[in-house]
């Protein structure tokens, strides 16, 4: 089967920095992205790795290790804008675009 | 540019009725998918599609769904003789291509059946 173990929740205090890790079992691999979602609303693409090692994008980064079949998602400077749902997300075809969510990471950012 | 368009943004059902919810890809987008959300979960794929061409629909349950995605118009997802298990965030996404790097999703369609 496919499946993507994230922590159900995690908290931080604004400034602090925080790793929300993912591990993966997939049967077939090309990547993994991370989405942010507010309150249940639309998701939003955060960034993605397609080869191993860290993606940097402003307070964002991301990193993956295929060997370990794992990644995290790494948030600096937390801001309280910054509570919400964090999902990892693997694809698993060149050629489908289908993506398996894992369950969700809420991170509570606490003045 | 606008961004992936759904319609509508809450749905209400009885029993037996059929939902019809619309998206409507980013402009010079091709490919769409469907994903399905309950509350406190994880969004689950149920559908990929390119203009008139279903391209996955290995996440669609096997009965009472449908999709298609016309050459004009948008994508519809089409759920007939509703049940109260259907009760879901419905959101759609579009890419560029077929390639898994990054979907814009628009803001879904809560159904509730009741």
């Known amino acids: 089967g496919q499946s993507l173990e994230q922590p159900s929740e995690v908290t931080a205090v604004e400034g602090a920095i925080v790793q929300i890790n993912c591990t993966y079992q997939?049967?077939?691999?090309?990547?993994l992205s991370w989405y942010q979602q507010h309150d249940g609303g639309a998701p939003t693409f955060l960034s993605y790795?397609?080869?191993?090692g860290l993606e940097e994008t402003g307070r964002f980064s991301s990193f993956l290790s295929r060997s370990d079949s794992y990644g995290y998602l790494l948030l600096q400077e937390l801001q309280m804008k910054d509570s919400a749902s964090y999902f990892c997300a693997a694809g698993g075809s060149s050629n489908t675009g289908k993506l398996i969510f894992g369950q969700g990471t809420t991170l509570q950012v606490k003045p | 540019n606008a961004g992936v368009m759904q319609n509508p943004r809450h749905l209400v059902r009885r029993r037996g009725q059929e939902a019809r919810l619309r998206c409507s890809p980013m402009?010079?987008?091709?490919?769409v998918y469907w994903y399905r959300q309950l509350p406190e979960e994880g969004l689950k794929f149920m559908v990929y599609?390119?203009?008139?061409?279903?391209?996955?629909e290995s996440g669609m349950p096997k009965e009472r769904f449908s999709a298609e995605f016309p050459k004009e118009g948008p994508s519809i997802l089409r759920i007939q003789q509703v049940v109260r298990g259907d009760s879901a965030a419905y959101f759609c996404?579009?890419?560029?291509?077929?390639?898994?790097?990054?979907?814009?999703f628009g803001p879904g369609t809560r159904l509730t059946v009741l």
């Open positions: 790795n397609a080869l191993d």
């Open positions: 997939t049967s077939g691999f090309y990547g």
């Open positions: 402009k010079g987008h091709s490919h």
């Open positions: 599609l390119q203009k008139e061409n279903i391209i996955d």
């Open positions: 996404a579009s890419s560029s291509s077929s390639s898994t790097d990054t979907q814009y």
